[in-house]
T-cell receptor
C-alpha cells in the first residue's frame, strides 16, 4: 500500500547537536508538510512544500530548516537542538487535486536533553 | 491567519452515549473543515470532512455540522464504543486554500465501558 514513512521513529539527542528527520512517501503526492505536536497544543505547521523548488515557512519555522530532495522525500533539520524542541514530529502529504486530505506518517518522537 | 478553537479539551462518556466536540474558526474564507482521529501512539487519520457548500454530513455513527454564519462546526458521535476513545482534532483551511490547515488543540475522548 502507498504510504508515508518517517525515520527515525525515536531519537534522543543532546542540546546543541544537529539532527535530521526524514520523510518518504510512495503516494505520488506533490505536497509535503512537517508538523510538530505538543500535548495540549495540537498540530502546528513548521514547513510545507509544493515541489522540490517550492518551500514555504509555516507557523513555527524558527530553529528549523527543510530540504526537498525529490518529490518523494522531505527532510526536517534542527541545526542546533534545544530542549523546547522536544516533541512529536509528523510528516504529511497531500495531492494538488480535488482532495484536500492530508495523510500523516507514523511520527518521530524527539527528545532533546 | 486562521485561528481554530476547540472545546472541550477532555470529554468522558459512557459507552452508548453520544459525544459532541465543537470548533470555531476565524477566517471567513475557510471552506474546508476536516476532523482527524488520533489513537494512542498512532498517526492522525481523517475520519470525516465537510465543505462549506453543505450544512451537515453523516457517515454511519459520526456526523459533522457546519454553521458558516456563526463560524462554527461540530463533530457528533452517536452510540459511542470503547474504540472511539482517542484524541480528535478539528481543522480549517486557511484563506480557502487546498493545502494549509490550521488545527484545533484537540479533544481527548474517553468512552467508559
Amino acid at each position: 500500500d502507498a504510504d508515508v514513512t518517517q525515520t527515525p521513529r525515536n531519537r534522543i539527542t543532546k542540546t546543541g547537536k544537529r539532527i535530521m528527520l526524514e520523510c518518504s512517501q510512495t503516494k505520488g503526492h506533490d505536497r509535503m508538510y512537517w508538523y510538530r505536536q505538543d500535548p495540549g497544543l495540537g498540530l502546528r505547521l513548521i514547513y510545507y512544500s509544493f515541489d522540490v523548488k517550492d518551500i514555504n515557512k509555516g507557523e513555527i519555522s524558527d530553529g528549523y530548516s527543510v530540504s526537498r530532495q525529490a518529490q518523494a522525500k522531505f527532510s526536517l533539520s534542527l541545526e542546533s537542538a534545544i530542549p523546547n524542541q522536544t516533541a512529536l514530529y509528523f510528516c504529511a502529504t497531500s495531492d494538488s487535486g480535488l482532495s484536500y486530505e492530508q495523510y500523516f506518517g507514523p511520527g518521530t518522537r524527539l527528545t532533546v536533553t | 491567519g486562521e485561528n481554530v478553537e476547540q472545546h472541550p479539551s477532555t470529554l468522558s462518556v459512557q459507552e452508548g452515549d453520544s459525544a459532541v466536540i465543537k470548533c470555531t474558526y476565524s477566517d471567513s474564507a475557510s471552506n474546508y473543515f476536516p476532523w482527524y482521529k488520533q489513537e494512542l501512539g498512532k498517526r492522525p487519520q481523517l475520519i470525516i470532512d465537510i465543505r462549506s457548500n453543505v450544512g451537515e454530513k453523516k457517515d454511519q455513527r459520526i456526523a459533522v455540522t457546519l454553521n458558516k454564519t456563526a463560524k462554527h462546526f461540530s463533530l457528533h458521535i452517536t452510540e459511542t464504543q470503547p474504540e472511539d476513545s482517542a484524541v480528535y482534532f478539528c481543522a480549517a483551511n486557511e484563506r480557502g486554500s487546498n493545502y494549509k490547515l490550521t488545527f484545533g488543540k484537540g479533544t481527548l475522548l474517553t468512552v467508559n465501558p
